[in-house]
């Protein structure tokens, strides 16, 4: 366990300084430009860089390190002295799942709350130093701003708060009672109110339609211009219950991106347990006592790890455009490689 733990924090700390000189190449510019101050960038930026980079990378920190030390120990035959005096292979393998279950527990908080209030702080500068243009502009939105009114717009601006080519539709009892199409939408900081420009109301009675034009028309709307920017990139920068309650009130109001709310929301606590089965992995991989010695064995862990990798990404993209469900898309990669350990562990040496 000690060693497990050692390696660990070694190999973190050495893929810390190579993600922060990379980082810094990237961004070298930027600083150059702006000028922040380098007390700034320690204590604004990078301080809060390296959780992000830890919740991102942290099952692949735990294999590299467990394949590492492991192979050192069967390269030196400790392994077969371990199994010759005779504890029985899954007693050999309760510290390893103990230092797994460890870190388990402390990337669930990570996850879920520290690493999302570091990237808030983190957003933070990147929008004040980094980023060229901030999220200004939306195109396509289709919201259900309060139950039985739907709104589309076409696009809408932030700076000026103006959209364009609107259509608002109120139901009652799933029928269309009113119809509003207005070539602008704009809104009045001072009255607190919405303005349509070259609008046509349609209101439907038992009687007939009625249609109403105009040039303009003041009204409120249960929505305010903030509300129309769509923040997917500060999703990440949300605690648990923040992204909980986000994706409740995007849900109220039909949001087209919800699967990609949930892939994050589920993918916190996947991600964390994908320590086990990465690390049962490693032991299997590592324990055999090989020609090649440690390269061969982290040769092998280097390309699981681009495999597990990819095969993240694939189904993350997969919850995301909603051809599989989120959750599903998310622990999936999770029991794949749950399996691949289990199979590889029973075929180890014992």
């Known amino acids: 366990m000690k060693k497990f733990l050692a390696n660990f924090m070694l190999s973190t700390l050495l893929f810390s300084l190579i993600a922060i000189f990379i980082d810094i190449s990237e961004k070298i510019d930027d600083f150059i430009k702006r000028k922040p101050a380098l007390i700034t960038v320690i ?3 990078y301080i809060y860089f390296l959780p ?3 919740g991102l990378f942290g099952p692949l920190f735990v294999f ?4 590492f030390f492991n192979a050192k120990l069967a390269q030196n035959t400790e392994i077969i002295a371990i199994l010759n005096s005779g504890p029985k292979y899954r007693n050999v393998l309760k510290p390893y799942l103990i230092v797994a279950l460890m870190l388990v527990g402390a990337f669930i908080y990570l996850n879920t709350y520290l690493i999302p209030v570091c990237e808030k702080r ?3 500068f990147e929008d004040e130093y980094i980023r060229e243009k901030k999220t200004i502009q939306s195109q396509n939105l289709h919201v259900q701003i309060e139950p039985g009114t739907m709104l589309y717009i076409e696009s809408f601006n932030y700076l000026d708060s103006t959209g364009t080519n609107l259509t608002l539709e109120r139901f ?3 029928k269309v009672v009113q119809r509003i199409f207005a070539n602008r939408l704009l809104w009045n900081k001072d009255k607190g109110m919405w303005k349509f420009e070259n609008f046509r109301q349609r209101i439907f009675t038992p009687e007939g339609e009625h249609l109403i034009k ?3 028309k003041d009204t409120t709307l249960p929505i305010r211009p903030s509300e129309f920017i769509i923040k997917s990139q500060y999703i990440s920068a949300m605690i648990n219950t923040e992204l909980n309650d986000y994706i409740r009130g995007e849900r109220e109001k039909g949001s087209s991106k919800l699967n990609e709310y949930y892939v994050e929301l589920y993918k916190r606590i996947a991600n964390a347990f994908s320590f086990i089965p990465l690390t049962l992995l490693a032991v299997a991989i590592s324990s055999r006592k090989v020609r090649g010695g440690i390269g061969l064995h982290l040769g092998i862990g280097i390309f699981i790890t681009l495999v597990y990798l990819l095969t993240v990404q694939i189904f993350k993209t997969l919850g995301v455009v909603n051809v599989i469900h989120p959750a599903v898309a998310v622990w999936l990669p999770v029991v794949i490689f749950s399996f691949l ?10």
């Open 122 to 124: 983190k957003l933070a």
């Open 341 to 350: 350990a289990m199979v590889m562990i029973f075929r180890s040496p014992k």
């Open 172 to 174: 009652e009892k799933g």
């Open 43 to 45: 204590f604004d930026y």
């Open 214 to 216: 105009g040039s303009i």
């Open 52 to 54: 992000w980079f830890y």
């Open 64 to 67: 590299l390190s467990c394949i």
